[in-house]
């Protein structure tokens, strides 16, 4: 079975990060239940307690990253991430 690592990085009060990481669960759940299905870690990350976090993205939040390589920019579409984890080895 394999890992994937999320990582989402954004700051608090940001609407499209709260809409991210609903997005993001929600994908993550419907996975869940389907056999084979990796391994997901989802890990959060604020661009406020990390400068270079901060210097990469600020500019660019929400980012999620899939085993540490930028999947998506500001609006996670659920299908395209979907196909993405399945996709992981």
């Known amino acids: 079975m394999s890992t994937a690592n999320l990582t989402l990085i954004g ?3 940001c609407h499209l990060c709260d809409d991210a ?3 993001v669960t929600t994908v993550l759940t419907e996975l869940a239940a ?3 299905s ?3 870690v989802l890990e959060q990350k604020s661009i406020l ?3 270079e976090l ?3 993205y600020v500019e ?3 980012v999620l990253l899939i ?3 930028v999947h998506n920019y500001w609006r996670i579409d659920p299908a395209r991430l979907h196909t993405a984890l399945l996709e992981v080895r």
């Open 11 to 13: 700051k608090p009060g």
């Open 21 to 23: 990481l609903a997005v």
């Open 34 to 36: 389907e056999p084979g």
């Open 38 to 40: 990796p391994v997901v």
């Open 49 to 51: 307690d990390d400068p």
């Open 54 to 56: 901060h210097e990469l």
């Open 60 to 62: 660019d939040i929400p």
């Open 67 to 69: 085993n540490g390589l």
